[in-house]
């Protein structure tokens, strides 16, 4: 290793050797390690020692280089140094993320706040929540709701359900933009419009349980100026949810630059446009959720990339097969399942569609309740699951 790079800039991996290398095998080392940038990666050797100097790696490219040394080599001491090496700096749960390499110095050197939370419990964190009268009781989902499709009107239908019985509530309701939905169509007033959202969400904060989350698939109709997103969040809050996060889901549909632009070069009324949609996210009563570690199903990686909260994902590119104007993807699903729920939780969407929400609830081993007015599409959210339709 370089002499001029400091040991603080890496993660030091030692491992003792049972044997020396042969002259073999430390050459074969060195050509592994030839075209790595010593500022990332780097080793010492010696009889008795194998040092790893590791600042970032691309793991997989590395597992790929070792993988093909070990089919190459018939050493046993060479290839066992290798599997410990990999085994090292996979123990290693604390990195970033950066160009598809792990970073492990250096990418948490944020600006650190002293005393946080002291600080949070002076300003009274989500303050607008805590005069809240959830009971913190939960209880089990019927079995005769659970893994089912139902179709109505979910205000009648989650009535029967009793409070605190939902783990998760994932839905994309109409945007009220017009669309040839196959029920009711999806243009009505707005205060309409909102009287029937909000009717359904009533429900669905009562029938959520304490500590779980609710999460809003939204797109605010920009012609008409009406931010549904705001609107939705006001009125969780209202409900004395606690606003959570919100992500921007970045479709990268760069078509709709092609079309009105308002006040033509002119600041009399410029339209704007917007290649992302929203997912407003809330939780009731606690911001933390329980559940058992083994029903955890994030990766590391996953964890790491998904909280950053800007997902590019792109657009669903089946609805033509399911003749749905308006699905979003299963990515866009298996992310926010993961992240904010447990394997065996109970999912709900109650604008469930042709099932997206839950096909993925089913393959992420999550229970599901999904509820839609439309007989078409529960039958093609039945057919998708492959179960049959109550």
């Given amino acids: 290793m370089n002499e001029k790079l400091s040991t603080e800039d890496y993660k030091i991996i030692s491992i003792e050797l049972e044997e020396p290398l042969s002259e073999l095998d430390a050459s074969t080392l060195k050509s592994l390690f030839a075209d790595c940038d010593e500022r990332e990666l780097a080793y010492e050797l010696d009889e008795s020692e194998f040092v790893l100097f590791l600042n970032a790696i691309d793991l997989e490219v590395f597992k790929e280089k070792i993988a093909i040394v070990a089919a190459q080599s018939n ?54 929540a805590n005069e809240n009268d959830f009971s913190e009781t939960n209880n089990p989902l019927p079995a005769e709701f659970e893994n089912q499709i139902i179709c109505g009107d979910s205000v009648d239908i989650l009535k029967r359900l009793p409070d605190n019985c939902v783990d998760l509530v994932f839905t994309s309701p109409p945007y009220n933009f017009g669309l040839d939905y196959e029920a009711n169509g999806d243009a009505h007033y707005w205060e309409h419009y909102f009287d029937k959202l909000f009717a ?19 797109q605010p109709l920009f012609s008409d100026y009406i931010p549904s997103h705001h609107i939705i969040s006001n009125f969780f809050i209202s409900k004395r949810f606690i606003w959570k996060g919100e992500i921007l889901w970045e479709k990268n549909n760069y078509n709709c630059k092609y079309t009105a632009w308002g006040s033509w070069k002119s600041p009399s009324n410029p339209y ?22 083994e029903n955890i199903d994030l990766t590391a990686d996953e964890f790491k990339k998904w909280v950053v ?16 104007p308006a699905m979003f993807p299963e990515e866009l699903a298996k992310r926010v399942l993961k992240l904010f729920s447990f394997q065996n939780d109970v999912v709900l969407d109650p604008f469930n569609g042709v099932g997206t929400t839950t096909y993925v609830a089913k393959m992420t081993n999550r229970r599901y309740l999904g509820i839609d007015i439309s007989r078409e599409y529960c039958e093609k959210a039945t057919h998708r699951l492959g179960n049959t339709l109550f």
């Fill in 272 to 293: 704007l446009k917007y290649t992302w949609e929203f997912l407003e996210i809330f939780a009731k009563g606690t911001l933390k959720k329980d559940g058992a570690k």
């Fill in 75 to 128: 050493s046993q001491a060479l290839n066992a140094l290798l599997g410990r090496t990999l085994d090292e700096i996979d123990r290693i749960r604390s990195y970033g993320l950066k160009n598809g390499k792990r970073v492990y110095v250096g990418y948490d050197r944020e600006r650190k706040v002293l005393a946080r939370k002291e600080k949070e419990t002076r300003r009274q964190q989500h303050y607008y």
């Fill in 309 to 324: 909260a800007k997902w590019s994902i792109a657009p669903e590119r089946q609805m033509k097969d399911f003749d749905h």
């Fill in 200 to 218: 359904i969400f009533d429900e669905c904060a009562r029938v959520l349980k304490f500590g779980g989350r609710i999460v809003v698939n939204i």
